[in-house]
Nanobody, 127 residues
Framework: EVQLQASGGGLVHPGGSLTLSCAAS????????IGWFRQAPGKEREGVSCISNYLGTEYYLNSVKGRFTIYTDPTKSTVYLQMNNLKPDDTALYYC????????????????????WGQGTLVTVSS
């Protein structure tokens, strides 16, 4: 059984930082693509940052480039999202998702390409 356990959300002031973690089990981590997605109230789910462990492909949403960094710890089958200089517009429920496929750049940000989803972790950026 594939399980994705997301954690690390919280309340932070604008300009602050958070690190989200996504621990994966039940799949071959080296062959997966892991993505972080977010959904704010009244908005569609969007890809924030994704990484293909096999291909080494990385994707970042334009609005988070230079502020967010995705990285992995293969020894723990865990993907992290370091979020710096957070803004109120970053407020959302953040989900991690996994695909058993090595997704290429043109498809890596598409939610429908991911088979497995973890529970969300809430990030609130507010003064």
């Amino acid at each position: 059984e594939v399980q994705l356990q997301a954690s690390g959300g919280g309340l932070v002031h604008p300009g602050g930082s958070l690190t989200l973690s996504c621990a994966a089990s039940g799949l071959t981590f080296a062959e997966t693509t892991i993505g972080w997605f977010r959904q704010a109230p009244g908005k569609e789910r969007e890809g924030v940052s994704c990484i293909s462990n096999y291909l080494g492909t990385e994707y970042y949403l334009n609005s988070v480039k230079g502020r967010f960094t995705i990285y992995t710890d293969p020894t723990k089958s865990t993907v992290y999202l370091q979020m710096n200089n957070l803004k109120p517009d970053d407020t959302a429920l953040y989900y991690c998702a996994a695909s058993g496929l090595s997704l290429i750049l043109s498809e890596i940000r598409t939610p429908a390409r991911y088979n497995y989803w973890g529970q969300g972790t809430l990030v609130t950026v507010s003064s």
